[in-house]
């Protein structure tokens, strides 16, 4: 009888891991995140090698780079991944650093506020209609992809993001 709680309990534990959206990267670090916006390709590299490529959706004003709180403009330039969200609306999300010193400086010099809050993220049951360039200047995946990013992307990643 004891064998069998055993065998039950070492079940469900394997079952509820096996549904986990966090999953385990062992792989080669990944040194940085290249994000082309036209092409809506975003890489993930080890040095000069690509380790996965993903197509994505972004800000519903997708063309520019992102100045202003709510101009639903994805960021452009030099920023590292700086958080992350385990508990993301949009199932997981990693943070960008927008907005940078310059960004925060321009906006100011216009009286506006640069926005932020800019992720990699999922996509929640409740955006599934929202087209190819939904979010509010996010960049957006599949949840499956976000879940393999959010292994292997760290803190402190940079990405460069391209018009």
């Not at 995140?33 to 993903?54: G, T």
């Not at 960008?96 to 010099?109: G, T």
Request: aromatic residues 12%.
């Amino acid at each position: 009888m004891a064998f069998l709680r055993i065998l039950v309990i070492l079940a469900l534990t394997l079952g509820v891991t096996a549904c986990s959206k966090f999953k385990h990267y062992d792989g080669p670090e990944v040194t940085r995140v290249v994000v082309y916006k036209e092409q809506r390709k975003m890489y993930l590299l080890h040095n000069q090698e690509v380790l996965k490529a993903y197509d994505f959706g972004l800000g519903f004003t997708p063309v520019g780079h992102k100045q202003f709180r709510n101009d639903g403009k994805t960021p452009e330039g030099e920023y590292t991944i700086d958080r992350r969200n385990p508990n993301s609306e949009f199932h997981l999300s990693i943070g960008i650093s927008y907005p940078n010193k310059l960004d925060r400086e321009f906006a100011s010099s216009q009286g506006k506020s640069p926005g932020g809050d800019i992720f990699i993220h999922g996509r929640p049951w409740k955006y599934r209609k929202g087209g190819q360039d939904w979010t509010a200047g996010c960049i957006a995946v599949t949840n499956k992809e976000i879940e393999d990013i959010y292994a292997m992307v760290r803190d402190g990643t940079p990405i460069s993001i391209y018009p």
